[in-house]
T-cell receptor
Framework: AQSVTQPDIHITVSEGASLELRCNYS??????LFWYVQSPGQGLQLLLK??????LVQGIKGFEAEFKRSQSSFNLRKPSVHWSDAAEYFC????????????FGTGTRLQVTL | GAVVSQHPSRVICKSGTSVKIECRSL??????MFWYRQFPKKSLMLMAT?????????EQGVEKDKFLINHASLTLSTLTVTSAHPEDSSFYIC????????????FGAGSRLTVL
């Protein structure tokens, strides 16, 4: 069965600092990979996705993620964090060919200090 | 862009009562919608796949008699938590593909259920 691990439950960074959120997955083949962001009391907003091709994907709000097959990882990065980035971030995987059966990681809560 | 609306956003009910949560696709038709449950400080768990005009498909371990799903039209799916108990308190989120051929899910803002 597929699984997603986000090893960092909570991360605190200063505004303007760089950010990397880790995501590792376990899956038989290369799955579809996603990063979502959830603000308090809100639904999920898609930041970016990887299906195939270029392993460095660009998303909204200045986020990017890199797929590394050898490490089964899909880490999320941002070069300069803004206070408004404080939220919960979820990595998710789905079987290749369909984005319907998402399996989510447990999330990483990002706190931004001014 | 595609919008999925959930109502109510918050609901408080007494133990033993039933609560209905609506999920609407506002500017597109959704033949399939998905219902997730999110526990505090936990990830999202897929509960069921809601299919327009047919029975929902429930994930293993989800009680279909407790969580009734109806998808009566191409823009509306409802989740009814029957005979709710405090352990049913949770954040329920629906999602849908924003049209034929779409391969990314659009999520609603969620509904927080508190059972007293």
């Amino acid at each position: 069965a597929q699984s997603v691990t986000q090893p960092d439950i909570h991360i605190t960074v200063s505004e303007g600092a760089s950010l990397e959120l880790r995501c590792n997955y376990s899956y038989g083949a290369t799955p579809y990979l996603f990063w979502y962001v959830q603000s308090p009391g809100q639904g999920l907003q898609l930041l970016l996705k990887y299906f195939s091709g270029d392993t460095l994907v660009q998303g909204i709000k200045g986020f990017e993620a890199e797929f590394k097959r050898s490490q089964s990882s899909f880490n999320l990065r941002k070069p300069s964090v803004h206070w408004s980035d404080a939220a919960e971030y979820f990595c998710a995987v789905a079987p290749p060919g369909t984005a319907s059966k998402l399996t989510f990681g447990t999330g990483t809560r990002l706190q931004v200090t001014l | 862009g595609a919008v999925v609306s959930q109502h109510p956003s918050r609901v408080i009910c007494k133990s033993g009562t039933s609560v209905k949560i609506e999920c609407r696709s506002l500017d597109f038709q959704a033949t399939t919608m998905f219902w997730y449950r999110q526990f505090p400080k936990k990830s999202l768990m897929l509960m069921a796949t809601s299919n327009e005009g047919s029975k929902a498909t429930y994930e293993q371990g989800v009680e279909k008699d407790k969580f009734l799903i109806n998808h009566a039209s191409l823009t509306l799916s409802t989740l009814t938590v029957t005979s709710a108990h405090p352990e049913d308190s949770s954040f329920y989120i629906c999602s849908a593909f924003s049209g034929a051929g779409a391969n990314v899910l659009t999520f609603g803002a969620g509904s927080r259920l508190t059972v007293l």
